[in-house]
């Protein structure tokens, strides 16, 4: 049933004069059923704050947590009552208040009381100073109660739904798209053609990365319009759901950073809910099984898992192409367990390899210690106007590279305008757009990198800056272990960008 466009007045004789009140509305991320809830909540509320001549302030919030914390506009809400800003908060039920377990009804009890800050929704008021009121408390906890009975339900709701072959798994994958009316996955032809292509060039012995580049540059992109990468064909290829399976509950608890929850574990796949036969397949079984054998035998563990930390480990960059670089161990016979940087073999969305060459890797830590130590020698007299020169320099190139980035943008307005109008093919468009794509993305990684290093050079003061030196001088030995030479340098250095032409060697370091 719909809400009235217009709350009438009830005549209630509050214990405080009322002015200035908050607006407050909560719709849960889960209340599905009815999508346009919080405009009918605003316009009843405005309605009835409006009437009574009151001014207002509307605060709003879509989420599904109860905890404080992680709602923000309610945390702000909070800071506003504890200022006694405003006389009375308004909301359409009690429990959009108070709808959280003791230790956070404690608080809000406390906020509101304090101030005499009113709770008031269009029919009845709240007033949680009065101590001698043991129905707000009361309230308060069946408020809590509900919720969590809510929630119980919504997920043996998604239970059922899954057993009955429904897809309750969010967005569909690649491939698919999402039948509301039969809540089931459709096949998407044309990205279904690109799921079989991947299965059948992977069982052909084809690289995931090297399936990835050839996508790229046929122009396809994933459903969010991104290029394709290795982890991409990896999650396709190990995706029940191109069988026609329908798979619930791989997991328990999660890794939400705006959410009080259980820690994310993955389950055994004996424990999953899997539906045969949900939806249409792209993928037959037996080729699924074919794949699923396959990536077994490919699976190698990695080299950082087999050698361990290495002495610039996370810390080293290729400073032709920015990707990280790789390291390993030779053991040589008058030189045992030699460390080297490995030839940066990273390749751009197309395919297009890296020639960054290697290098043993105690030839580079030598010459960051030279780097570091001319550093040490000149930072006391040197460093303010260093600094200002360092900030100067990045918020130009900053400049530079947003101005290019725009320019880039603008160049794939005018070859879709030309496709639009006739100028060019489509297998022209994707060329040049595939061009243009793959310098955005590289001016990006670039623009993002200097603006850490604009912040970073930001926030450091003189005195802090001397002290890291000179610790780092007093740590740091080329006879330590590489755990602790890795250690030292972190403390002190953010990246190191390495660059090798024929045997000329560039180090650029960018300190914390």
């Not at 230790?103 to 101590?131: C, G, M, R, W």
């Not at 967005?171 to 690109?194: C, F, H, S």
Request: charged share 30%.
């Amino acid at each position: 049933m719909d809400l009235p466009l217009f709350t009438e007045v009830t005549i209630i004789n509050y214990p405080k004069k009322i002015t200035n009140v908050a607006i407050y509305l909560r719709k849960s991320r889960q209340d599905k059923s009815e999508v346009d809830a919080l405009e009918k909540h605003r316009i009843q509320l405005v309605n009835f704050v409006e009437n009574n001549n009151w001014s207002y302030e509307v605060i709003e919030e879509i989420g599904t947590s109860q905890d404080i914390s992680f709602r923000k506009k309610f945390s702000y809400l909070l800071e506003q009552v504890e200022s006694n800003i405003f006389d009375a908060v308004v909301c359409m039920d009690f429990d959009r208040i108070t709808r959280a377990g003791m230790d956070e009804y404690s608080v809000i009890q406390k906020a509101f009381a304090t101030n005499q800050t009113l709770i008031i929704t269009p029919h009845e008021f709240y007033d949680l100073s009065d101590s001698e009121n043991i129905m707000n408390p009361i309230k308060a906890v069946m408020g809590n109660y509900e919720f969590l009975q809510i929630r119980k339900r919504l997920k043996e709701g998604k239970v059922r739904s899954a057993r009955m072959g429904k897809w309750v798994n969010g967005k569909p994958p690649y491939g698919y798209w999402y039948d509301r009316n039969t809540k089931q996955l459709e096949i998407m032809e044309d990205e279904a053609e690109v799921v079989q292509m991947i299965f059948s060039r992977y069982l052909e012995k084809t690289a995931m990365y090297k399936i990835a580049h050839e996508l790229n540059l046929l122009g396809y992109r994933t459903s969010n319009g991104s290029f394709f990468q290795d982890a991409t064909i990896s999650r396709i290829l190990n995706n029940r759901v191109y069988i026609g399976d329908n798979v619930f509950g791989k997991s328990k608890g999660s890794g939400h950073l705006n959410k009080k929850t259980t820690t994310l574990e993955y389950k055994d796949e004996d424990d999953w809910i899997i539906v045969p036969n949900s939806h249409p397949p792209i993928i037959d079984k037996e080729t699924f099984d074919k794949v699923k054998i396959d990536i077994k035998k490919r699976t190698r563990m990695p080299t950082k898992a087999r050698s361990g930390r290495y002495a610039l480990s996370g810390l080293l960059f290729c400073g032709k192409c920015g990707h990280s670089m790789r390291f390993n161990r030779k053991d040589l016979v008058k030189r045992k367990n030699v460390s080297y940087v490995v030839k940066c073999q990273s390749s751009d969305p197309f395919g297009n390899r890296c020639d960054n060459k290697g290098i043993e890797l105690k030839t580079l830590i030598t010459e960051i210690e030279r780097q570091v130590n001319t550093k040490i020698l000149s930072i006391k007299d040197s460093f303010v106007d260093d600094t200002k020169d360092t900030l100067s320099n990045l918020n130009q190139e900053s400049k530079l590279k947003t101005s290019e980035i725009n320019k880039h943008n603008l160049s794939l307005e005018r070859i879709k305008e030309l496709y639009i109008e006739g100028e060019i093919d489509k297998e022209e468009r994707k060329s040049r757009s595939n061009t243009i794509l793959s310098k955005i993305d590289k001016l990006n990684k670039e623009l993002i990198n200097i603006e850490n290093s604009i912040a970073e050079t930001s926030n450091q003061t003189k005195k802090e800056r001397i002290l890291r030196f000179e610790e780092f001088k007093s740590t740091f030995s080329m006879e330590n272990d590489d755990e602790s030479i890795n250690h030292a340098l972190r403390e002190l250095i953010k990246s190191i960008h390495y660059t090798r032409v024929d045997n000329t060697i560039t180090l650029e370091l960018t300190y914390m």
